[in-house]
C-alpha cells in the first residue's frame, strides 16, 4: 500500500496534484471525524437529498407561493420606507404636530394606517386565543 492508502489501481487513478488535494481534504475533516461532527455534515447533507427526492411539482409550488407572499409584503415595506426616509431627506420642511396631522387627511394615508390597526387586531386576537 502506499503512502495515501491506497492500492495500485486506485494510485494510478490520481495525479499528483490530486493527491495533494485529497490530502489537504483529509487534513481539514480529520478534527471533524474525531470530534463526531461530521455525522451532522452527512446527516445535513441526507436530510437535504430526502427532501429533494420527497418534493414534487405541488409542494415545490407551495414553497415558491410561501416565499412571494413573505417576500412581496417585505418589499413593499422596505421601499415605502426608502421613499418616506429620502423625501424627508430632501424636502425643506419643518416638522411639526400640525404638519404630521395634516397626513391624516391624505386618504391613502388613513387606508395605510387603517391596514396597520387591523394587521395589529389581528395579531392581538390570535395572541389572545394562544393564551386562553
Given at each position: 500500500?502506499?503512502?495515501?492508502?491506497?492500492?495500485?489501481?486506485?494510485?494510478?487513478?490520481?495525479?499528483?496534484?490530486?493527491?495533494?488535494?485529497?490530502?489537504?481534504?483529509?487534513?481539514?475533516?480529520?478534527?471533524?471525524?474525531?470530534?463526531?461532527?461530521?455525522?451532522?455534515?452527512?446527516?445535513?447533507?441526507?436530510?437535504?437529498?430526502?427532501?429533494?427526492?420527497?418534493?414534487?411539482?405541488?409542494?415545490?409550488?407551495?414553497?415558491?407561493?410561501?416565499?412571494?407572499?413573505?417576500?412581496?409584503?417585505?418589499?413593499?415595506?422596505?421601499?415605502?420606507?426608502?421613499?418616506?426616509k429620502?423625501?424627508?431627506?430632501?424636502?425643506?420642511?419643518?416638522?411639526?404636530?400640525?404638519?404630521?396631522?395634516?397626513?391624516?387627511?391624505?386618504?391613502?394615508?388613513?387606508?395605510?394606517?387603517?391596514?396597520l390597526?387591523?394587521?395589529?387586531?389581528?395579531?392581538?386576537?390570535?395572541?389572545?386565543?394562544?393564551?386562553?
Open positions: 500500500m502506499s503512502e495515501n492508502n491506497l492500492n495500485p489501481a486506485e494510485n494510478r487513478l490520481f495525479s499528483d496534484e490530486d493527491k495533494v488535494h485529497l490530502q489537504h481534504l483529509l487534513e481539514k475533516a480529520r478534527p471533524l471525524l474525531a470530534l463526531k461532527r461530521f455525522d451532522n455534515i452527512v446527516d445535513l447533507l441526507s436530510l437535504i437529498s430526502d427532501s429533494i427526492d420527497i418534493m414534487d411539482n405541488a409542494t415545490v409550488e407551495k414553497l415558491s407561493v410561501a416565499f412571494e407572499e413573505t417576500l412581496i409584503p417585505v418589499w413593499e415595506l422596505s421601499a415605502a420606507y426608502n421613499m418616506a429620502k423625501e424627508s431627506i430632501y424636502q425643506d420642511k419643518k416638522y411639526t404636530l400640525g404638519s404630521t396631522f395634516t397626513l391624516l387627511r391624505n386618504p391613502d394615508t388613513l387606508k395605510g394606517i387603517s391596514i390597526l387591523r394587521t395589529v387586531q389581528i395579531i392581538g386576537e390570535n395572541n389572545q386565543r394562544i393564551e386562553g
